[in-house]
């Protein structure tokens, strides 16, 4: 069965500073794997998703993942914090027949001035 | 194109009561799916519909809730005899399912459940 765990409930970066937001996944057969932002009392917005095309996936609002099949990761980055960055992040794998979404428990992002 | 949508964006309810919470998928989407999400958790998969069947129900709670989505109008996720528990953020996500594997799904702007 598919899982992912993302590691740290909260991280807090400085403006301008590297954002890594870190997503482990486990699966039985090649993943796809998604990353959501949830902005307060909103809904999920999709950020990237890796479908097997390429490893280093570009996203909305600079945000990139690389996908690392020996390491099982799937990590968020960000050059450079913006406060709007602010806001929840989750890592998602594709749950396979039906393409249900297995979530991770979510990383809350803070961003200090 | 309009996005998904849900509606209410907020619901009280008293113990016993029912909820029911409607969504409308995204124009020419036919594939429905409805997550929950409990405080300080992540979102957890509830059910999966097309147009007038279920496909997946394995995250459903066996008593109480259920779902639809009929040929026409907007998917309904029914609640009865709410609880205190029920309390929650309900997510509704739609996708056209063209592709198969790894489609996006596009989320609504959910309906958060408060139970007094």
């Known amino acids: 069965a598919q899982s992912v765990t993302q590691l740290g409930s909260h991280v807090s970066v400085s403006e301008g500073a590297l954002v890594l937001l870190r997503c482990n996944y486990s699966s039985s057969v090649p993943p796809y794997l998604f990353w959501y932002v949830q902005y307060p009392n909103q809904g999920l917005q999709l950020l990237l998703k890796y479908t097997s095309a390429a490893t280093l996936v570009k996203g909305i609002n600079g945000f990139e993942a690389e996908f690392k099949k020996s390491e099982t990761s799937f990590h968020l980055t960000k050059p450079s914090a913006h406060m709007s960055d602010a806001a929840e992040y989750f890592c998602?794998?594709?749950?396979?027949?039906?393409?249900?979404?297995?979530f991770g428990t979510g990383t809350l992002l803070a961003v200090q001035p | 194109n309009a996005g998904v949508m849900q509606n209410p964006r907020h619901l009280v309810r008293r113990r016993g009561q029912e909820a029911r919470l409607r969504c409308s998928p995204m124009k020419g989407h036919s594939h429905v799916y409805w997550y929950r999400q409990l405080p300080e958790e992540g979102l957890k998969f509830m059910v999966y519909l097309q147009k007038e069947n279920i496909i997946d129900e394995s995250g459903m709670p066996k008593e109480r809730f259920s779902a639809e989505f009929p040929k026409e109008g907007p998917s309904i996720l029914r609640i009865q005899q709410v609880v205190r528990g029920d309390s929650a953020a309900y997510f509704c996500a739609s996708s056209p399912r063209t592709s198969g594997e790894g489609e996006t799904q596009y989320f609504g702007p959910g309906t958060r459940l408060l139970v007094l």
């Open positions: 998602a794998v594709d749950g396979g027949a039906t393409n249900k979404l297995i």
